[in-house]
């Protein structure tokens, strides 16, 4: 027979490591309201506004021609600038995090200037390159071609606002993994393309899927930069961001929070996906880190 | 091995590597990030060096423009600062304790980032106004006036400090406060005089990113701020302004004091991110 043992009642000790109930109550508290007025409550209002006059207006402004075309454009601009800032993002990473060279800190620097840019000041500098008093503007004219107030502009507004992204969540995790697995493969025989589809890619293939997440949402999100190149040019040049303002600027609040629902949408999207893939990039960055080269 | 190695690969790499494509990758980044990022970016300087520099001066010191400085700094050092305060508490206590929806909530700390600025704008927008959910309990207005500015600039940089503690409250080693504990520190102190030091450099850097990107912020402000010159109106709305009337080296002139603004707040940020790390013995 076995009787399992009794522990002694334990003194009321507090642990010297945690606050007492009632404080950490009222931070949950503090915090909970905080959130909630500054990020729940917006959240909300956003479906609650769009849905205020019914399905039927709701419908009604996202089939609208004007707010097809926008939606369209929107998706064009992220289809071509994603792409290239992926390209981009894994040129820079392959030879920031894989090489040994002069100049690489600068380089660093440099990837990350578009972050500290305001998105207006992104439009502007296309203007002074691309407008009609800019550097190719007479150029463009006497060509009969448009990049500013035209889709190509708009496209590359945005490939400068969401350009560092993708290398920015490839560089610190290829840095971590270090090289050894890709000079082995290389030892074995294995030329370029082999190392860098076989080995490196699987590697970093969550990272990878994070930052064009990350790119994506701001790609078609993106307002201000936008604004500034773009002309307003109703079914011609409004992205989904653009589209909303007008519509909210002519008191057509139903229909502006119905085409901002499906921003908020894209918004809650990525940021389930986001969650999603930060488990997986957190679990390579401590096989990394630890593990695999020991 | 050497001798067949590039120019690129012998005039730059500091240390010899069997892995190729550096060439490619190097050269195809460099090209990139010239055509897209430095040459348009010197497109602003090179503008603003055609003007003489009473010119310069004059554009921007005028006194609307002097009026959008002192909001656009004003409320984005307000903002900052008020995410610095709610930020350390919602980060405390997201690591440390256990409570419903947690995670759920986590996730959500992001949505500023991840919400288009346009949308952000409008919701606060009427949130905030008169007869909104919120404005209709207020005393005072918030949209349409500066303090509007404030909470758009307060919404946009919420996720900062918040993203910037986790990691290292994550990481805060339980042994140096039981180590207080033990030698009779109250709770108080031990994190007045331990946790806080150790959490300083994060909370800094948290700040000093909420406050640079509330600097140049644009989409959530324009719609809640009313824009009336000299009172409510931001930096970046008068050089669209200014765009708008053709006056392209006003707008320059701006855009140029605002970059450089953005690049002194750069490299503090880096620095203070070295000292972070340093401090936390990385």
């Known amino acids: 027979m076995t009787t399992t043992p009794v522990p002694l009642a334990p003194p009321r000790l507090r642990n010297a490591t945690t606050e007492p109930a009632w404080v950490k109550w009222t931070l949950i508290g503090v915090a909970l309201a905080f959130l909630t007025f500054f990020l729940f409550i917006p959240l909300a209002i956003v479906f609650v506004e769009a849905l205020k006059k019914g399905w039927g207006v709701y419908l009604a402004a996202v089939v609208e021609p004007d707010a097809v075309s926008a939606i369209q454009l929107t998706l064009i601009a992220a289809a071509i600038s994603v792409p290239m800032n992926l390209v981009f993002g894994v040129a820079a990473a392959w030879c920031i995090a894989k090489f040994e060279f002069k100049g690489k800190s600068l380089l660093l620097t440099l990837i990350d200037l578009p972050f500290s840019v305001s998105p207006v000041i992104s439009g502007l500098i296309f203007v002074l390159v691309f407008g009609l008093q800019g550097w190719f503007g007479e150029w463009l004219r006497d060509h009969d071609l448009k990049v500013i107030f035209a889709v190509p502009g708009i496209v590359l507004a945005t490939v400068f606002i969401t350009f560092p992204f993708v290398a920015r969540e490839l560089i610190p995790l290829m840095q971590a993994q270090g090289t050894e697995q890709e000079e082995a493969a290389r030892v074995l025989g294995a030329n370029g393309w082999q190392i860098f589809w076989r080995v490196t890619l699987p590697n970093v293939k969550w990272a990878l899927l994070y930052g064009v997440i990350l790119c994506n949402a701001r790609a078609m999100g993106e307002f201000g930069a936008v604004s500034v190149v773009s002309g307003h040019i109703r079914g011609q040049t409004n992205t989904m961001p653009l589209h909303i303002e007008i519509l909210y600027n002519e008191y057509q609040f139903a229909a502006a929070f119905a085409v901002a629902s499906l921003l908020a949408l894209l918004a809650l999207v990525t940021l389930g996906l986001k969650y999603a893939v930060e488990q997986r990039v957190k679990h390579q960055k401590r096989d990394a880190t630890t593990g695999v080269n020991e | ?282």
């Open chain 2, 1 to 282: 091995m050497l001798k067949d190695a590039s120019f690129l690969r012998r005039a730059l790499l500091t240390r010899h590597s069997v892995l190729p494509g550096f060439d490619l990758a190097l050269g195809f980044t460099v090209l990139y990030l010239s055509f897209i990022v430095l040459i348009p970016l010197s497109a602003a300087f090179l503008k603003t060096a055609t003007m003489t520099w009473p010119a310069f001066w004059d554009a921007v010191t005028a006194p609307r423009v002097l009026a959008s400085y002192r909001l656009t700094f004003g409320a984005s050092l307000g903002g900052a600062l008020i995410n610095a305060v709610f930020g350390l508490v919602v980060a405390w206590v997201l690591v440390r304790y256990d409570f419903p929806a947690k995670r759920f909530i986590d996730a959500l700390v992001d949505l500023p980032f991840a919400l288009p600025t346009a949308v952000a704008g409008i919701a606060l927008t009427a949130l905030y106004a008169q007869n909104g959910w919120i404005g209709q309990f207020l005393p005072f207005k918030v949209s349409f006036t500066p303090l509007g500015v404030f909470v758009a600039l307060t919404f946009i940089g919420l996720p900062f400090v918040v993203r910037t503690l986790q990691p290292v409250l994550e990481d805060l080693h339980k042994e140096f406060e039981e180590a207080a504990a033990t030698l009779g520190a109250s709770r108080w102190q031990t994190f007045r005089l331990v946790i806080f030091p150790i959490l300083a450099p994060a909370l800094l850097t948290g700040f000093a990113l909420a406050f640079a990107r509330a600097l140049g912020e644009y989409g959530s402000v324009i719609f809640i701020a009313g824009n009336m010159p000299m009172v409510s109106e931001i930096t970046p709305l008068l050089i669209i302004t200014k765009l708008e009337q053709y006056d392209y080296q006003g707008a320059t002139a701006i855009a140029v004091v605002m970059l450089v603004a953005a690049f002194i707040l750069l490299l503090g940020i880096n620095a203070l991110q070295g000292w972070a790390r340093s401090r936390q013995g990385r």
